[in-house]
Nanobody, 114 residues
Framework: QVQLVESGGGLVQPGESTRLSCVVS????????MGWYRQAPGKQRELVAA???????NYADSVKGRFTVSRDNAKRTVYLQMNNLEPADTAVYYC????????WGQGTQVTVPS
């Protein structure tokens, strides 16, 4: 059973930073594509950032230059560093392993008040 446990987030003031973490209980973590998605109220879930098995990354246009995804294979953990947060970043953030048809975390709320 693959489990993903997110932590971090909460209430963050505009312009401030926070970091999300996702610990993944899976064998051969280094071989898994990892991603962060988010879903705001009334909107579809969208990809925020992804990192592949060799460290290549891609980002949604709305977060480029502000967010950084990284992974620590020894700790089976993927991170999302979020800087210069904006109210539009308010959403539930989900960790994903292996693509949209694979495994998801329970989500963690990030709220940036306007």
């Amino acid at each position: 059973q693959v489990q993903l446990v997110e932590s971090g987030g909460g209430l963050v003031q505009p312009g401030e930073s926070t970091r999300l973490s996702c610990v993944v209980s899976v064998s051969f973590f280094s071989m898994w594509m990892m991603g962060w998605y988010r879903q705001a109220p009334g909107k579809q879930r969208e990809l925020v950032a992804a990192i592949d098995t060799v460290g290549n990354t891609n980002y949604a246009d709305s977060v480029k230059g502000r967010f950084t995804v990284s992974r620590d294979n020894a700790k089976r953990t993927v991170y999302l560093q979020m800087n210069n947060l904006e109210p539009a970043d308010t959403a539930v953030y989900y960790c994903n392993a292996g693509g949209v048809d694979a495994y998801w975390g329970q989500g963690t709320q990030v709220t940036v008040p306007s």
